[in-house]
Each structure stands twice: as structure tokens, then as C-alpha cells.
């Protein structure tokens, strides 16, 4: 089992910076696959950007992919996502997840059935 703790979410301006992390218990997350997704209210979960296990492919939504950076830190087992320039938006929660898979396909790393485990979610609101 797999327990995954998202942070760091909260309030930013237009054009300004957040990162948000994902803390694991229970596995190492440099063994799994793993992305970011996000879901506004009333809509349905978004792709942002995946990250194959022990630091391979990276994959992201084409709305963030010049803004956007996600790293792991295998030290402290988190995988983190550092957004710049924000755009503004109302309330989104960002989902960290994880597969319990030993790989997904490359075309499948953006559907978010092929995930297992699900954190709880961390709020992000953009103000403009």
C-alpha cells in the first residue's frame, strides 16, 4: 500500500510561482511511475505531467509544458512540481498519483485510470 501526502498548495498572483510536493509512505517512488493531475469544480480530472519511474521520461500536458517542471527527490522520497508563471484560474486541486504497474506505455501515461494510488489533493488558486 501506498500513501500519498500532496503539499505546498494555497494562493498565488498571475505570473508568480508555487511548487507543490508528494511525500510517499510505503514505497520508494523512484520504482513507480507517477504524475500530476488536477481538477477544477464540476470538471473532470486533467492530465498535467507524468514522471517515469527512476527519473526516466517525462511527460506533460501542453498547457504547462514550457511553465511547468516536475523532479523527484529520491532522498526524501517526494516528487514535487514547480509551477511558474500561473495563469489565472479559480480554485483547482492537484492529485498526486502513482501506478502500482512496473511500467505504463508511453501512451497511456496520461489517462488516469492507469494509476493506483491517489493522494488526497492540494488546492491551488490563482488570483489575476
Known amino acids: 500500500q501506498v500513501e500519498l501526502v500532496e503539499s505546498g498548495g494555497g494562493l498565488v498572483q498571475a505570473g508568480g510561482s508555487l511548487k507543490l510536493s508528494c511525500a510517499a509512505r510505503?514505497?520508494?517512488?523512484?520504482?513507480?511511475?507517477m504524475a500530476w493531475f488536477r481538477q477544477a469544480p464540476g470538471k473532470e480530472r486533467e492530465f498535467v505531467v507524468a514522471?517515469?519511474?527512476?527519473?526516466?521520461?517525462?511527460v506533460y500536458a501542453d498547457s504547462v509544458k514550457t511553465r511547468f517542471n516536475v523532479s523527484r527527490d529520491n532522498a526524501k522520497n517526494t516528487l514535487n512540481l514547480q509551477m511558474n508563471d500561473r495563469k489565472p484560474e479559480n480554485t483547482v486541486v492537484y492529485f498526486c498519483?502513482?501506478?502500482?504497474?512496473?511500467?505504463?506505455?508511453?501512451?497511456?501515461?496520461?489517462?488516469?485510470?492507469?494509476?493506483?494510488?491517489w493522494g488526497q489533493g492540494t488546492q491551488v488558486t490563482v488570483s489575476s
Open positions: 510505503g514505497r520508494t517512488l523512484r520504482d513507480q511511475d
Open positions: 498519483t502513482a501506478s502500482s504497474l512496473s511500467r505504463i506505455m508511453l501512451s497511456a501515461l496520461r489517462q488516469a485510470h492507469m494509476y493506483t494510488y
Open positions: 514522471s517515469r519511474r527512476s527519473g526516466g521520461t517525462v
